[in-house]
Structures are given as C-alpha cells and as structure tokens.
C-alpha cells in the first residue's frame, strides 16, 4: 500500500532534468534506475569549503589566537624528509597568490612523501599555527584538486559533495559537476515524497534527525554537525532493521521451542570440580553460572562461549556436559577435525575416571565416533548411541550424520566454532528434542561483529588466563638470523623444552607440499639441527598418522616437529614452548595468533618467533606502524608488516582480531555468504561500536513489547520491513 507520493520516487531517472532514456540506462548499469536510486546516492566524500582562507589570512588569524579550522588552496613547492632525533618527519611547503604554509607529518613519513609532488595543487585543511614564525598546520586533511578546481573553491562558501563516477557514467559524459547538479535536481523535486522509515518514538527517543533532513544533509551539509547527525541516522537505521531480523529470529526460537529443564541432581558436578588440578578462574565460574542459568530454564540454551587459545574452554564444556548426564540426557561434543575430536576423547576419559574413583554414583560411558572406524566398531558405537549405552559422545560433524540417532540428545557442544557455518548450527538444532546448544569460539571475534553475526545467541567471554601462565615472548627476525635462532632451539632443548618448526603450505598442490616438508625436514636434520631427535607433520597424511607423531611428540620422542600444515587447532602439548614460524609474513594474524597458542601452556616461559623475508616488517620501528594512523593505502601497501608487529606487540586475541579486522573486513574474514554476514552501506563494524549497540537495544526492546508487530507505533516498521527486507523474511515469519 504505497502512497501515491511515494509511488512518484519509483519512477525512472530518465525524468530527471538532463539525463533522458540514454543516460538512464548508464544509470541502471550501476544500479540506479529509479528517483528514490537516485536519492539515496550519497557522496563519498565532501570538501568542506565554508572557512577557506588565503595564506596570508590564515597567518593573520592564527597570530591573533585563532583557534578554529581552515582551509588553504595551495600548490606543493617544496618537500623534504628530515631526522628528528631517531625519527623521521616531513615538511611540505606550499604556496598561494598571498604567501607560504608549511605541512608537518610525524606518522606515516614515507607515504605522505609519496603523496605530494611539485607543481600539484591541493586543499588543506588543519588548524593553523604559527611556529618560528612560520604558518603551520600538523598532519592536516587534504584533497588533491584539479587546478580548475581551485576556482570554484574560492566562490563557493560550501561544504560541497563529490560522487563516485563509476566509468559507466564518465562514458556519457557525466563529470563532477554534471552528476552533482542531476542529484541535487532530484533533491530539489522529489526529496519531500520520502515518508518517514523510522517511528517517531523511536526518532525521538534517539535523538535522530528525520528523514528528509537526513538525506538533504548527507548531501549538501548545511553544518558538519547536520552531516554528522545524517550519517548517524542512516547507520542507526540499517543496524535497526537487521538487529530487528535478528531479534525476530531469536523470539521464534525461544518462545515457540520448549527446552529441557534441568535441575542440579547429584552432587555429580561439585566432585568432579573438586578433581581438578587447578582452581578454575574466576571467568570460567562466570560463564559456568550463565550457562547453568540457561540449562535449568526452560528455554533451550544458544550461547556463545568465546575465550582465547588456552583460557580453558573445554573444562567449561565438560562441566556443562556432566550437568546434562547428571540429568539423564547423552550430550554431544563436536570438534572440527578428527584428531581433536580425538584428544578431547582422551583428555575427557581420563578426567572421567579420576571423577570415577570419587564418585558413586552411575558410570559415565564416553564414546568417540570418528570416520575411519572398523565398521562393527561403528556399528557398536552406533547402537550405545541409540540405546544411550553411551551419554557422552564426541565425535566430527560425523556425529550428525542421519545414522547416528540419539536416544536423549540434551546439550551439544560445537568446539571451535567458527570453522563452521551458520546454517550447520541450525542444522544441528534438528537432532533430538530441543537440546541446548553451547558453541565455542578461540576466535576471539570485536563484540559488534559478534552481535551481528552471531546476533541471536547469547554471549559469554572467558576474559582471563589460568593464573600460571607467563606471557609468551614474541619475536620477529630476518631470515639472515635462523643460525643463531637454531642454536638457542639446541640449548633451550637441553633444558627440556620442545619445539614446533612451523612452514606455510608451500604449494597448493599437496603433493609439492610433502616434497617441500621432506625437503626441509632433510636439510635440517643432516644441517643445521643434526644432533637434535625431528619429526615430520605434512597434509598428506591421513588423521591416524597424524595423530601418531603427534602423540609421539607429546611422548616426548622428538624434541622439534617439522610441520607445514597448521599444526591442529587445540592440539595440547605443554612441553613444546617454543614456536618457529617460517616466511610468517604469508599467514594471516588470526592464523598466526592460533599457532602461537600452540605454546605457553605450562608454566614455563615460552617463545613465539617469527621469521620473514619481508625487509620492512624485520626492520620497520613498531611504532611508525601504529595503526591508527595509517591512511587506507599505508595500509594496504604495509598490511604484512602490521601483522607481524601486531604479533610482537600484542598478545590479548581480542585485540588482535581487532586489528585482523581492520586489516581484513569483516566480509573477508566472514565470506559474506557463507556466514550470512550482511553487507552494510552506512555503518563500520569496528568504529560504530556505540551506535550499533544502541540500534540492537532498541530493536531487540520492541521485539519483546511488540513480537508481531501489530502495535500502532510498529505499523511504520512493519511496512518498511516488508518493502526493503522482504527478501530476509522469509524465516522471520511475520508477513
Ligand atoms: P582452550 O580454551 O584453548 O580450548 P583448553 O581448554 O585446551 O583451552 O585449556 C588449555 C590448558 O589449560 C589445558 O591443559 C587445561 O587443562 C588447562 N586449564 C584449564 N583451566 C585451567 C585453570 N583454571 N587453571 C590452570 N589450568 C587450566
Ligand atoms: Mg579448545
């Protein structure tokens, strides 16, 4: 039920003054066909000329106090790169009809220096000052202008739009200007059609600006405040609407699906904690509580269990696990490769038995089901499963296979979750009655991310170390260094310690990779680690073979192992405390992160050095790399060497995987489709933090006053919801 003034915006562009069927159709090929397209094609960058001086004045001003920002139209004369102690800095000189103003850059040095060249005119904008009698601005914004454009700047008291012109319209002569005017021509007519997306309660209670004055704005600002406001809208609505979808979802779910309640029975879990050779943290106990919250409620529990590598994650699981056996239910834990699957079976077992001795009560049966097994075996397994001969099984997504029948499935356990899909989670929720879900993360995913992905769990965060644990030391070196590194790998093995020798997959191909391992492994052993016991670990191995080295390692029969797939995720070795990672500047930080987890799970201090070919990154002062001030392009073009240092300098996940993000996106780290992750046109996951909290309150607040929407203050939602989202609705059910 569109209204006739919104029906208008539908129209073809063609009616816009100046542009016709032909350019149109320009238009439709990047997608805008319609007025409204048109509308909503917002800058992607403004030029802010309300306070543009002359050199001349802006020296005046800043004499004077001025304390205020201004802009400059000059052209570069002159730069040079200077030492300032152990630092370099760089100084532009630029001139206009009136006079001379020196830039200053402490950061970046090397970038700016590239960006400025003789003869080239650009817009400068800082806060003048004057040093040594000189004007001055440090770090400034800039816009490099044509020299046409210097004109225009000093005519125009605005803060002036410039669009992305895609080729497409470049070809039909569609310029700066050209586009600028046809938008503002659409502005002018047809703005006022726009009707309100967002309740006015809602506008209010956020203090957002409406939705014709956010669209005017976003284009021509009549303040940067206005543009400020106009951006925040925007972002707040999108991040409305898709916590609105998230919100709906997760209301299905725990109202319409009715859980298991359990209850604490036996006295089961308290001895089992009391087994434990070490006090749990007070973090683990904080998230044990929230999830034993969630397993004697009724609603079926969906929660995310995040914690760094080594934060003790699986105890967590295990306990949760015993509260489901203490209530006659099986539970499930699934691992996302066969021979973690196998060392969880292991390390639980054990822990069981040592419960066992303690414990009176019922056995516990732990059953591990893998692919692979001997087929009467399997059928063994399969028919304990079924007559819950077994109660706690742990196995590969195997263990969802439709054989595979669950006599009182009650808690499933997903370990290291994020190798596995959205819809693989769903999948899982099929399989018994309604059993609670726990997934598991070493991922450390930024909380927004978090909330938008994995928006309708709940949440946990494991945030502290067992206290044993001493900081690893991470190093970065040149290879030219590997000789003297070999040598304090010999010493350190005297001492006991154990090594990983980490190589990236060479080739895609698996069999060059096992030429390439081989190859190492040989050099090595006749070379450089000759008097040293080395074991091999490649990708052509099968999970049993595998598994057998790396039980030989743990066994202590090799003191390096030679690997050049990622050694396992998960794997626990607690005398390998050192890691070597070759040519590191070909891994990701995540990758590089979860590798280092590898050590540093005792209580000796443990080792993490990095190796690379790359010279800026082995060279590089950290802190010329600080990320904050790097320009997107600095970025790119130093993005390994940024890896590398984040490493040295950080060993909290979560803010390496702040940093992996920013480097990254979260679209590459959440390959858009697969994990669902949605596209955003207005918000940044990583800096709208805020606002994106405030839009997932308040979606997920109406949700529960209004789950179906039939309120009037939802009315406006509801019809929004079903013209722009009805694509993602289809689960929501509300239409
Ligand atoms: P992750 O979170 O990476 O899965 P694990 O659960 O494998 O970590 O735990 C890593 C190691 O720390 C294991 O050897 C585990 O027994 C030990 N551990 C777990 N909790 C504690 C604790 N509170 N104090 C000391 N050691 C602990
Ligand atoms: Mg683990």
Redesign the pocket.
């Known amino acids: 039920m569109k209204s006739e003034k919104e029906n208008i915006l539908e129209s073809s562009v063609q009616y816009i003054k100046s542009v016709g069927p032909k350019r149109a159709e320009s238009f439709s090929k990047i997608g805008i066909n319609t007025i409204r397209d048109l509308i909503f094609y917002f800058p992607s960058r403004h030029l802010d000329r309300t306070t543009v001086l002359t050199a001349a004045k802006a020296y005046g001003y800043a004499m004077n106090g001025y304390d205020g920002e201004a802009t400059i139209i000059a052209k570069v004369v002159d730069k040079e790169k200077r030492n300032l102690g152990r630092k370099e800095i760089l100084k532009v000189q630029f001139r206009d009809s009136s006079g001379f103003i020196e830039c200053v850059w402490f950061q970046g040095v090397k970038y700016f220096y590239s960006v400025f060249n003789e003869g080239d005119y650009f817009a400068i904008s800082g806060k003048p000052e004057i040093n040594y009698n000189k004007l001055q601005i440090v770090h400034p914004d800039f816009d490099k202008i044509t020299e046409e454009e210097t004109q225009s700047f000093l005519i125009t008291g605005k803060i002036i739009p410039f669009y992305r012109i895609p080729k497409e319209l470049k070809q039909k002569n569609i310029g700066d200007l050209s586009l600028r005017r046809i938008i503002n021509t659409a502005i002018e007519s047809y703005v006022d059609n726009l009707e309100e997306t967002l309740p006015q309660e809602i506008i209010e209670q956020h203090k957002l600006i409406d939705l014709i004055t956010a669209v005017k704005n976003y284009h021509y600002p009549e303040s940067k405040e206005l543009f400020e406001q106009a951006k925040r809208r925007f972002k707040f609505e999108e991040m409305f609407y898709l916590e609105l979808l998230v919100a709906i979802k997760k209301n299905n779910y725990q109202t319409k699906l009715i859980g298991n309640k359990m209850e604490i029975k036996t006295n089961l879990v308290s001895d089992f904690i009391k087994t434990l050779p070490?006090?749990?943290?007070h973090s683990?106990l904080n998230v044990l509580s929230e999830i034993k919250k969630d397993m004697l409620s009724e609603k079926p529990m969906n929660r995310l269990l995040q914690?760094d590598?080594?934060?003790?994650?699986?105890?967590v699981a295990l306990i949760s696990m015993l509260i489901a056996v203490d209530n006659g239910f099986q539970t499930a834990l699934m691992a996302p490769t066969e021979i973690l699957a196998d060392q969880h079976a292991k390390n639980i077992s054990e822990m069981i038995n040592k419960l066992a001795l303690v414990q009176k009560g019922k056995e516990i049966k732990v059953s591990l089901l893998l692919g692979g097994q001997k087929k009467s075996e399997r059928n063994q397994k399969l028919s304990d499963i079924e007559l819950q001969e077994a109660d706690i099984i742990i196995g590969t997504h195997a263990i969802f296979e439709e054989q595979v029948k669950f006599n009182n499935l009650g808690l499933i356990v997903i370990d290291e979750q994020h190798r596995f899909g959205v819809k693989q989670r769903a999948a899982l929720q099929s399989k018994g009655k309604t059993p609670d879900v726990l997934v598991m993360s070493?991922t450390p995913i930024p909380r927004t991310l978090s909330m938008t992905v994995y928006g309708d769990l709940d949440f946990s965060v494991i945030n502290e170390m067992?206290?044993?644990r001493i900081p690893i030391k991470t190093v970065l070196r040149g290879e030219k260094r590997l000789p003297e590194i070999y040598k304090f790998i010999i010493d350190k093995t005297k001492e006991g310690y154990q090594t990983f020798l980490v190589y990236p997959l060479v080739e895609e191909s698996e069999k060059l990779d096992l030429k390439a391992a081989t190859t190492f492994y040989e050099d090595l052993k006749e070379n450089h680690l000759q008097n040293l016991k080395l074991g091999l670990i490649h990708g052509r191995m099968s999970w049993q073979e595998k598994e057998e080295v790396m039980l030989m390692f743990k066994d202590k029969q090799f003191d390096v192992l030679v690997s050049t797939t990622v050694i396992e995720v998960?794997i626990?070795i607690?005398d390998a405390n050192i890691i070597l990672i070759n040519d590191a500047h070909r891994f990701g930080l995540s990758q590089l992160h979860q590798l280092r987890?590898r050590v540093g799970?005792s209580n000796k201090q443990a080792y993490c050095i990095l190796i690379t070919k790359d010279e800026i990154a082995a060279k590089q002062n950290a802190n010329e790399l600080e990320l904050d001030y790097l320009s997107s392009v600095q970025l790119e073009k130093y993005k390994s060497s940024v890896r590398l240092q984040s490493m040295v300098k950080h060993l909290d996940g979560f803010k390496i995987a702040e940093i992996d993000l920013k480097l990254r996106g979260p679209g590459d780290i959440f390959g858009t489709k697969q994990s669902g992750f949605p596209e955003l046109k207005y918000t940044n996951i990583v800096e709208d933090q805020e606002i994106i909290l405030e839009a997932k309150q308040s979606a997920f607040k109406l949700i529960e006053v209004d789950p179906k929407l039939e309120k009037n203050f939802s009315a406006v939602i509801r019809k929004n919801l079903i013209k722009h989202y009805s694509e993602n609705l289809s689960y929501a059910k509300i239409a």
């Open positions: 070490f006090e749990l943290t683990q914690g590598v080594g934060s003790g994650k699986t105890i070493a067992p206290k044993n998960g626990d607690p987890g799970r």
